[in-house]
T-cell receptor
Framework: NAGVMQNPRHLVRRRGQEARLRCSPMKGHSHVYWYRQLPEEGLKFMVYLQKENIIDESGMPKERFSAEFPKEGPSILRIQQVVRGDSAAYFCASSPPGQTHTKEQFFGPGTRLTVL | EDQVTQSPEALRLQEGESSSLNCSYT??????LFWYRQDPGKGPEFLFT???AGEEKEKERLKATLTKKESFLHITAPKPEDSATYLC?????????FGSGTQVVVTP
């Protein structure tokens, strides 16, 4: 009964490169959320997705960041042309189908991105 | 503007010394108040969900309560393994808005 899986756990990129972070939700979960935790700051919502749909991207930076959750395969958070300020822990969470605003979200272990 | 505020920022307890953590919120359309525990280098671990004022939930040495403006996490007779950062989050239409957390250290 695997939980939320994220990979890689650690990712190092140089400025200007692309970062791809992957998230496989818990079995039976159809909703995926991405959060970012900057050093010494709290968790901040980025985006909420269902299969093939972006439901809420109000927390996503306007440029360089994108997310998808295809019909098959994991959810992907993509950061183009990374800058040092993108260095953070990125967490994925999932919840079961139903009334999502009342459902618990279960978090993965996170991907720690370091931009050199 | 929606806001979730936790206090204190840090709490140092002797083993067995009970205490409470506070989470105050101003969130329009609140759908649930969540408590998580986060250990260093790990993802948040779900503890409780509270939906309405007056509701209480318990798990081992932890008890969470909810009023119309705040939630409390009571830690009764804590042990060193209860050392962690405790996060509260308000749910509004799917996304969670987190407080900055209370870092709890329990010493033997």
């Amino acid at each position: 009964n695997a939980g939320v899986m994220q990979n890689p756990r650690h990712l190092v990129r140089r400025r200007g490169q692309e970062a791809r972070l992957r998230c496989s939700p818990m079995k039976g979960h159809s909703h995926v959320y991405w959060y970012r935790q900057l050093p010494e700051e709290g968790l901040k919502f980025m985006v909420y997705l269902q299969k093939e749909n972006i439901i809420d991207e109000s927390g996503m930076p306007k440029e360089r960041f994108s997310a998808e959750f295809p019909k098959e395969g994991p959810s992907i958070l993509r950061i183009q042309q990374v800058v040092r300020g993108d260095s953070a822990a990125y967490f994925c969470a999932s919840s079961p189908p139903g009334q999502t605003h009342t459902k618990e979200q279960f978090f993965g272990p996170g991907t720690r991105l370091t931009v050199l | 503007e929606d806001q979730v505020t936790q206090s204190p920022e840090a709490l140092r307890l002797q083993e067995g010394e009970s205490s409470s953590l506070n989470c105050s919120y101003t969130v329009s359309g609140l759908r649930g108040l969540f408590w998580y525990r986060q250990d260093p280098g790990k993802g948040p671990e779900f503890l409780f969900t509270l939906y309405s004022a007056g509701e209480e939930k318990e798990k081992e040495r932890l008890k969470a309560t909810l009023t119309k403006k705040e939630s409390f996490l009571h830690i009764t007779a804590p042990k060193p393994e209860d050392s962690a950062t405790y996060l509260c989050a308000a749910s509004s239409w799917g996304k969670l808005q987190f407080g900055s957390g209370t870092q709890v250290v329990v010493t033997p």
